[in-house]
């Protein structure tokens, strides 16, 4: 590999943030699909996504940050972590999609109820309690609100930072658990990244038999 180090003294530049006032909706959506996001949710490019919905007609935009799956938390951590590009974002793709309202939906377990944060960006955090699966008690809530579209929450931090710097998708958030992980682990790690790569981060009760990607309930089986 090849490390570059610019002179002492040189600005390299940076990106020219942007006035999300002030932005167009088609500005948004090129910028989205510029910057080549993937929702996390149904692995559609977003702009596609959000300008579909704007055709279809949109009453309601939800950030997906539910985690509707035993062992995963990658969607909480991001929500926690990232709370303003998630808030921001979720402004950004509702203008797009031409929906009225939006909101982010959380599953919240007692662990995680002390982190769990009542608003991002100044959007509200629709918490949503009791047994897995919980994402049909948010279908029905959607409905109830008109209808509309669900994106993923990284996908939501990621379309701010797309619009604000320019920003290219070139990570994301992984949870690696199951009974064969003593500890379940949020990744954060540049998308291409192996799986084997991350598995051999992780402390073992035993090899791995089957490999699970999505998650326990609705993933798909794959290789290593």
Known sequence: C??????????????PKLDIDSVSSQEILSRCDNAGIIDE?????????????????CSILVVDALDDQPYCTSGLRTLIEHRADV??????AAAVAGA???????????AV????????????????????PCLAELADQMRLWGGGIRIGVQAAAALSQ??????????????VGGPCIRTATNFHVTTGTLTSELIDQCALR????????GGAMTGRPGEL
């Not at 570059?4 to 940076?14: E, N, Y």
């Not at 949710?41 to 919905?53: C, S, V």
């Not at 109820?113 to 897995?132: D, F, K």
């Open 2 to 15: 090849a490390v570059l180090r610019p002179k002492l003294g040189i600005d390299v530049g940076h990106p």
């Open 41 to 57: 949710l149904d692995g559609r490019p977003l702009a596609q996504k959000l300008a579909q919905a704007a055709r279809d007609g």
């Open 87 to 92: 808030g921001q974002g979720a402004v950004l």
């Open 100 to 110: 009225s309202r939006s909101c982010i939906a959380a599953y919240r377990p007692a």
């Open 113 to 132: 109820a002390p982190y769990l944060p009542l608003e991002a960006g100044g959007v509200s955090v629709l918490e949503l309690t009791g047994r897995y």
């Open 162 to 175: 797309a619009v604000v710097f320019l920003a290219k998708q070139r990570s994301v958030m992984v949870t």
């Open 206 to 213: 035993r090899e791995p038999g089957l490999i699970v990607y």
